[in-house]
């Protein structure tokens, strides 16, 4: 019996052997992402609205304009538009589209295209379609197209700024309308089919969304900077931060694109791969209900930001991925600069509670949701309350539930997170400082005229060099009767190859901005 | 009761039962304290928009207009639209249920192998070495979680002995054709054997993971079952016919051993059903489990509802089969 036993084993190794394999690392002209394709929902440029899809689709649509960091700034250049002028009213913009643009599959692409793919963001009413209808205030009947090379589209007199970064978003991607038309079922205006597949004009073609396996670009030959260098770009779903660690080591990915802090700083000193980082498009804030209890006096607004440890959290908790950047504005915005006014101060905020009335301090409820940095960071905050005698006690809960109890103004203080949705001062100060629009600063209750109107006048004032005071007097205004203690900038950060040149490139200012077209091996 | 009717009662029950799962999941999604709009559309969303997706996807109707909504669809297997990815629900389910069945199939295939073996084995060398080591295995089995048990097998074979890929289906330039869906089965239809070996390799480390506790569970059984007719009459009348020892243990004691052991793997196989996600998630698996835990965290209720009721289906349909084979097998059961 045991012989028999013996001999299964052995049959049993022997097929193992056979099915073990060898790992090699990825082709030279491919470049595999390991990261988390959960947040995937689409690739139409006229829906996508999350970050990571938002990155891949910028490759494949290629954009009137583009927005690009230079010299840590957001700048615009030319994209399928070589040039373009406003007219006097603040309100006219015309695009002159370059001569000869194809898309992918080598159709012209004409000024009738333009007015089409903006005509059908407006029309299907998805997630970033405010963009166009509130921020710039465009109607079908707006966008028009003069002749084949002309784009003329009229705002309600947004800044230039905004304009053109909106122009250059990625729900402005230009559509092949032949083919949309084609594939529409049920009047959906090519939606269902836009989910895995493409129709545009951009450095890459989408060929393959498998879901939960891997989303896979090839170069598009015709694109009209020239192909990019590299041919294949996949996207490989590894949910665990863990296994795409491994798989960088090892070489099966060139990117991995989730990793956690600890992780990234184990990679230091590696000689295979480095870390990748930029400013991260979003604030880490602590919001205070300026209309409930003590938060209602401005002092005890700033007591608290005086007693919080902001370098503490950027090093412990952060590890590091972090800056300290205490206004809405991220870094390499419009109207940025550095100002930096709170750090811990016990005393200060000590005499600022006594001289509120609150020596002896209160209790607080403290939100946030169940993820392990704001957990942290919320008993970091915590403990730093205890010092001024406000006793925080943590409640902890699902997002949806803190937003939802958040939107109606339900919170005394909170421990979360603001994700810009295009990169101009006006998409920061709106939700931090302007009440009238109800985010941020109308679910924290701080119903302040002077900051709203200061926002309001900035986001239409077009004469940059105002528009620019306007921004530093309302972030000197917010930084004392604001409700938000801001605790830095998050940074972003990849591991990657060392076979993997100019990723730092391709990745300068994501999420605004995503070029794989930088990339080589 | 003849079989026809046995059989016809036990569907009827299971009628019943996936009513009573469908009510049950459905209002503990809709009553617990969560927005799944707030959650689809994040926080930055105004609350104007969060009202007009609530209207649009009919959440601010009477909980029970919703549930008779809910309930008529199914009838018509329409277990609604996806929330998150805008898609059916059974669409997106039989998209995701054959990697989760493959891993499971295999993972029974494993857990039944093993346990049965060892079960036998420490049986009938009780208190020897393969014994206690059968022992050590399934303590070790049940005890050992998932999460840790898949990076520790990721870290030994990918990692250091290069031994075995580190996750996913299949390799990423490998394209094995698909037929059925299940990889493995349709590599040897296409007769696509660099693609079936891919996957096969592929697929040793999740089975493991995963059937490995139930294949502790079925090892205990087998150990006991076959022990209790070890000491049987009949084991000790066939010995004394002059039987030799292989034809008295695999003839008479193991068809009758294994009588408990088909109870448990008709359980085991629901638990291998809704208890992958985790091994789908350490090794990237593109399988049901995961898309019913993330449906879950953005409060995705069709998707949850439709991806569980379809769960609890496969589940009650195995123990359905279970219970008709045993009806077959040993009339008593009928009564």
């Known amino acids: 019996m045991f012989k028999k036993m013996y001999l299964w084993t052995i049959l049993i190794v022997l097929l193992l052997s056979l099915v073990c394999i060898t790992n090699a690392t990825t082709p030279k002209d491919a470049l595999v992402i390991g990261a988390n394709t959960e947040i995937f929902i689409t690739n139409d440029p006229g829906v996508s609205f999350e970050v990571l899809p938002n990155a891949i689709v910028q490759n494949i649509y290629a954009k009137l304009v583009s927005v690009v960091v230079k010299d840590k700034q957001f700048?615009?250049?030319?994209?399928?538009?070589?040039?373009?002028?406003?007219?006097?009213?603040?309100?006219?913009?015309?695009?002159?589209?370059?001569?000869?643009?194809?898309?992918?599959?080598?159709?012209?692409?004409?000024?009738?295209?333009?007015?089409?793919s903006f005509q059908r963001v407006l029309k299907l009413q998805k997630s970033p379609c405010w963009l166009f209808s509130d921020v710039l205030g465009l109607t079908e009947e707006s966008i028009t197209a003069p002749d084949d090379y002309t784009v003329k589209i009229v705002t309600n007199g947004a800044p230039s700024n905004v304009v053109l970064t909106m122009v250059g978003n990625t729900l402005s991607g230009v559509l092949n309308p032949r083919i949309v038309k084609e594939h529409e079922i049920d009047g959906d205006m090519g939606q269902a089919w836009l989910t895995d597949h493409s129709a545009g004009a951009g450095p890459y073609v989408l060929e393959e969304w498998d879901r939960k396996i891997k989303v896979v670009l090839k170069a598009n030959e015709n694109y009209w900077k020239g192909a990019p260098e590299i041919k294949t770009v996949i996207l490989q779903d590894i949910p665990e931060p863990t296994d795409q660690l491994l798989l960088l080591k090892k070489g099966d990915i060139d990117i991995a694109w989730d990793l956690t802090a600890e992780q990234a700083n184990s990679l230091k000193g590696s000689t295979d791969v480095s870390i990748v980082t930029t400013p991260g498009q979003s604030d880490e804030y602590v919001g205070m209900n300026a209309g409930w209890g003590p938060f209602k006096d401005v002092r005890v607004r700033q007591a608290v930001k005086y007693a919080i440890d902001y370098n503490a959290i950027i090093d412990k908790v952060m590890t590091g991925f972090a800056i300290n950047n205490q206004q809405f504005l991220p870094v390499g915005y419009f109207g940025y600069v550095e100002n930096n006014p709170y750090y811990q101060d016990i005393e200060k905020a000590k005499a600022l509670m006594a001289e509120a009335g609150y020596a002896d301090g209160f209790d607080v409820e403290l939100v946030t949701n169940t993820t392990e940095r704001r957990e942290t960071e919320a008993v970091v905050i915590q403990e730093n309350l205890a010092k001024i005698g406000i006793r925080a006690t943590i409640n902890l809960m699902q997002a949806s539930q803190m937003y939802a109890k958040f939107r109606e103004q339900g919170l005394q203080m909170i421990v979360a997170g603001w994700g810009v949705d295009y990169p101009d001062a006006d998409a920061l100060a709106n939700p931090f400082a302007n009440h009238r629009v109800k985010?941020?600063?109308?679910?924290?209750?701080?119903?302040?005229?002077?900051?709203?109107?200061?926002?309001?006048?900035?986001?239409?004032?077009?004469?940059?060099?105002?528009r620019f005071q306007m921004y530093q007097d309302l972030t000197n205004y917010w930084h004392i009767y604001g409700p938000f203690a801001m605790m830095y900038q998050p940074i972003e950060f990849w591991g990657v190859r060392n076979e993997v040149k100019n990723y730092d490139k391709a990745?300068?200012?994501y999420s605004v901005h995503f070029d794989l077209t930088e990339v080589g091996k | 009761?003849?079989?026809?009717?046995?059989?016809?009662?036990?569907?009827?029950?299971?009628?019943?039962?996936?009513?009573?799962?469908?009510t049950i999941v459905f209002f503990i999604t809709h009553v617990i304290p969560a927005d799944p709009v707030g959650a689809i559309l994040g926080g930055n969303a105004p609350i104007e928009r969060v009202d007009a997706m609530r209207r649009q996807l009919g959440l601010d109707k009477p909980i029970t207009l919703q549930f008779i909504d809910y309930i008529k669809g199914i009838?018509?297997?329409?277990?609604g639209i996806s929330l998150k990815s805008s898609r059916p629900v059974l669409k997106?389910?039989?998209?995701?249920?054959?990697?989760?069945?493959?891993?499971?199939?295999?993972?029974?295939?494993?857990?039944?192998?093993?346990?049965?073996?060892?079960?036998?084995?420490?049986?009938?060398?009780?208190?020897?070495?393969?014994?206690?080591?059968?022992?050590?295995?399934?303590?070790?089995?049940?005890?050992?979680?998932?999460?840790?048990?898949?990076?520790?097998?990721?870290?030994?074979?990918?990692?250091?002995?290069?031994?075995?890929?580190?996750?996913?289906?299949?390799?990423?330039?490998?394209?094995?054709?698909?037929i059925t869906g299940l990889l493995l089965l349709d590599s040897i239809i296409a007769g696509d054997w660099t693609a079936f070996w891919d996957g096969l390799s592929h697929i040793i480390l999740p089975a493991f993971v995963l059937g490995y506790a139930s294949a502790a569970s079925i090892a205990r059984i087998m150990r006991a079952s076959m022990l209790d007719i070890l000491k049987q009459d009949f084991i000790r009348t066939a010995k004394s016919k002059g039987l030799s020892k292989r034809v008295v243990i695999y003839r008479h004691a193991l068809k009758n051993a294994l009588i408990p052991v088909v109870t448990i793997i008709g359980l085991s196989f629901g638990s291998l059903l809704s208890g992958a996600v985790l091994t789908e998630t350490i090794f990237s698996w593109p399988g049901l489990g995961r898309y019913i835990v993330n449906a879950l965290l953005v409060l995705d209720y069709p998707a949850v509802t439709g991806g569980t009721l379809f769960i609890a289906f496969i589940y009650s349909l195995a123990n359905l089969v279970v219970d008709i084979s045993y009806a077959v097998l040993d009339p008593r059961m009928r009564v």
Not at chain 1, 107 to 113: G, N, Q, V
Not at chain 1, 454 to 465: G, M, P, Q, Y
Not at chain 2, 1 to 22: D, N, P, Q
């Open chain 1, 439 to 466: 985010q941020l600063a109308w679910r924290c209750a701080w119903l302040d005229d002077y900051a709203a109107d200061l926002t309001e006048a900035a986001a239409k004032e077009i004469n940059e060099d105002r």
């Open chain 1, 75 to 116: 700048i615009t250049i030319p994209g399928l538009a070589e040039s373009w002028e406003v007219a006097p009213d603040g309100k006219t913009w015309t695009f002159h589209l370059r001569k000869g643009l194809v898309f992918a599959d080598g159709d012209p692409l004409k000024a009738d295209a333009v007015v089409y």
């Open chain 1, 507 to 509: 990745a300068e200012g």
């Open chain 2, 1 to 22: 009761m003849k079989l026809g009717a046995y059989i016809l009662k036990r569907i009827f029950l299971m009628v019943i039962v996936m009513f009573g799962v469908a």
């Open chain 2, 75 to 79: 009838v018509h297997a329409d277990f």
């Open chain 2, 92 to 178: 997106d389910i039989i998209n995701y249920f054959p990697a989760t069945i493959e891993l499971a199939i295999a993972s029974m295939i494993f857990a039944v192998l093993v346990g049965v073996v060892l079960g036998v084995f420490s049986a009938i060398y009780r208190n020897k070495s393969i014994d206690h080591f059968s022992r050590v295995f399934s303590i070790l089995g049940v005890s050992m979680p998932v999460f840790w048990l898949g990076l520790l097998l990721l870290l030994l074979f990918y990692y250091h002995l290069d031994l075995l890929p580190g996750g996913g289906r299949n390799s990423l330039f490998i394209f094995p054709p698909r």
